[in-house]
């Protein structure tokens, strides 16, 4: 079984963390982000309890190496995808070797957005035995999946998990001002991993963008909301210095929303919101990597 990974009930309601991850770098360039340095790591290490590197199909970039970073100042990160225990386990292998560690701090099987994609995962053969094995010999430290289909999906990964009595550390999914009123993750699995002491990590707080065009709501107040809630980590995608200078901004200025504040946030964005049709990632094939690369499934 997995080890506990900080979790919401072991922070205050409104603690938050912003987590990072640079994984367009590769379309970027390493050069877009020079300025991102000792100064810059120094302030993600006193605004964030955990930083998360994820670098897909990319080695580790020189300002993050291990002797530029002392990992207890990181968290490694890497997913998985759904697929058989001989290709996960040569996955991890991949990503121990790219991230220059000996270890994974968590390792989350990704894309979980299918209702038989647990089924596959738990299977004789499947990802989780390398996953398990993988912890037991030292590898990996938490174990926990992504998804951002539907929340019936997660409550099912969930449901088969606790059948084969294994228990996530870690489970990472849409949470942003629209979700809430659209197959809502917010409510209705974030309640339950709270409840079980289940680390939450949220991404999309604006849709990629998606949401901003709806042109009811500003980029910060989505990451506001979004930290307003009991997460570990708020994920914001970085591809530029403004940007990343944006995250910061948020979390300087953030303090925990009043319920009258966030009332009147999620009535502002209510109308919008219904059909899902700024949350494509919900409603569309678009952001399903495994949909255009079904190959990835094993």
Known sequence: MGSQISSPSSHSPHTSHTLYTPGKWQKKGISDFADITAETLTFLTVTAEYQVIYIKNLSLPDCFSPSTVRSSEFCSYAKLAISTKAAATKQIDESLKRLQTDHIDLLQHHEVIRMEDPDRIFAPGGAMEAVVEAQKAGKIRYIGFTGHKDPLVHLRMLEVAN???????????????????????????????????????????????NILKSNVVKPIECLHYAMNLPTSTVITGIESMPILNQAFEAVRTFTPMSQEQVKALLNRTRQAALKGQYELFKTTSQFDGTAKNPEWLG
Do not use: C
């Open 163 to 209: 059948q084969n009595k294994f228990r996530f550390d870690a489970v990472q999914m849409p949470l942003n001002v629209m979700d809430a009123h659209f197959r809502s993750f917010e409510r209705q699995v974030l309640p339950k991993l709270v409840q079980d002491g289940i680390a939450v990590l949220g991404m999309k707080s604006m849709g990629d963008q």
